[in-house]
């Protein structure tokens, strides 16, 4: 059945990347396949910003523009390409004009939405100071992302035409970019991510672009399209908030329905950001027992490319004890403001415990912890509980063992 279902994927992605017979093409392959925004495991399998990445907003255009997974489900949509001529490291790379124009065109709406959820997420956490941490902003980035995928989640919300308001999916755009600078933090185990002093702008903007945050991850040609003025702007609104004399437009009903689902959207973020974390935090853990292996529980060459296969799925400083310790302080200082515990393994990875054992018995603590969570989301949503989760989707999840050598695993226990 799975080899079907990644034929089927094959044929659509190809047949639709062919203009005239892309929309016809998507449509019937969603039929056959539902998008991930449809699936009750989506916030597991795929994560909130990757599952809703091909949701059309209002203006046309797809949630995850250029980077929209899976893209067989993507259309091919009219765009224009211009050269970055910012003077930062996205030079001499193609930027979407298109959607730029688009979102230009209710900046201040953005500003807007962007600064009243802000004040719900200060009350939220009961923040006194006037401006938000490294740390907040990582969390209000996701929440921001979540609201976002809970109106599209929510079965109940239903919009004209079937699309989201491109106020929301805009400002998800927009937001992700400050949610991937946090993250890129977080990975690095960096100083600058903290929760003990105000964030600056001009640091943040100056950190994405040293470590090319602007530009593409899926495909280096292509950056953030964003001025550096405008990306200043965007990210010191998240942090300050938003003061300006300019009108908006903005549609009373957009506004009501932040007001009358922004409670339940943030739960649901929540919820999605702990099993978020879980899973980083399995993954350092389970890197942390294979850098340690000093039982030699696995075989040089099981290890050797479980490593290989990490370098290219992961940043190199997973790579590094150091760094994953580092990594592992960051996420602990997450889990600690949002009082949400971590899966730490019940069985220590020591003298007489084979890496086979200590890896079941793990993923199956993640497994209960996943599988709970997202059928709380599920129920949040009112859509179908999960009846089961198997080790090998958590497994293939947490991106650490290839397939292949986990089948070994299972038969060497």
Not at 315 to 342: A, P, Q, V, W
């Amino acid at each position: 059945m799975i080899d079907l279902k990644n034929s089927i994927s094959h044929i659509i992605t190809k047949v639709s990347s062919v203009p005239l017979l892309s929309g016809p093409i998507v449509k019937i392959g969603s039929k056959i396949l539902p998008p991930p925004f449809l699936r009750n495991d989506m916030e597991f399998k795929y994560g909130v910003w990757h599952g809703t990445s091909t949701i059309k907003g209002s203006d046309g255009r797809y949630l995850g523009e250029d980077n929209a997974i899976p893209a067989f489900y993507c259309e091919t949509i009219p765009t224009e390409y211009h050269l970055c001529k910012f003077g930062d490291s996205r030079d001499g790379k193609q930027y979407n004009m298109t959607a730029l124009q688009d979102m230009m065109r209710i900046w201040p709406e953005l500003m807007i939405l962007i600064d009243r959820y802000r004040n719900y997420y200060r009350c939220l956490f009961d923040i006194q100071s006037d401006r938000l941490t490294t740390a907040d902003l990582f969390i209000f980035s996701k929440l921001l992302v979540a609201s976002t995928a809970y109106l599209i989640r929510n079965r109940k919300i239903r919009y004209k035409h079937g699309h989201v308001p491109a106020e929301f999916t805009s400002q998800t755009k927009l937001v992700a970019g400050v949610f991937m600078i946090g993250r890129t933090m977080i990975e690095r185990g960096d100083d600058h991510f903290n929760d003990s002093e105000p964030a600056k702008a001009d640091v943040l903007y100056e950190y994405a672009d040293k470590h090319h945050i602007l530009i593409s991850p899926r495909d280096k040609d292509f950056a953030c399209a964003g001025s550096i003025r405008k990306i200043k702007e965007l990210i010191d609104v998240m942090i300050r908030g938003w003061e300006s004399e300019t009108s908006s437009t903005m549609q009373e009903d957009i506004l009501s329905t932040v007001d009358e689902s922004y409670r339940f959207a943030f739960d649901y973020g929540l919820l999605d950001l702990q099993l978020e974390l879980t899973i980083n935090y399995a993954e350092v853990v389970i890197l942390e027992a294979l850098l340690n292996d000093k039982t030699h529980s696995l075989s040089a060459d099981h290890k050797q490319r479980i490593t290989d296969h990490v370098a290219n799925n992961f940043t190199c400083e997973f790579l590094d004890l150091d760094s994953i310790s580092r990594h592992k302080n960051k996420l602990k200082l997450l889990t600690g403001k949002l009082e949400i515990d971590l899966p730490e393994p019940t069985i220590r990875f020591e003298k007489g415990i084979s890496f086979q054992d200590f890896y079941f018995n793990y993923l199956e603590q993640i497994r209960i912890l996943a599988f709970d969570l997202q059928n709380r989301i599920n129920t949040l949503l009112d859509i179908e509980p999960l009846k089961t989760l198997p080790l090998k989707k958590v497994n293939k999840r947490l991106n650490i063992v290839p397939k292949n050598i986990f089948n070994h695993l299972i038969k060497s226990r």
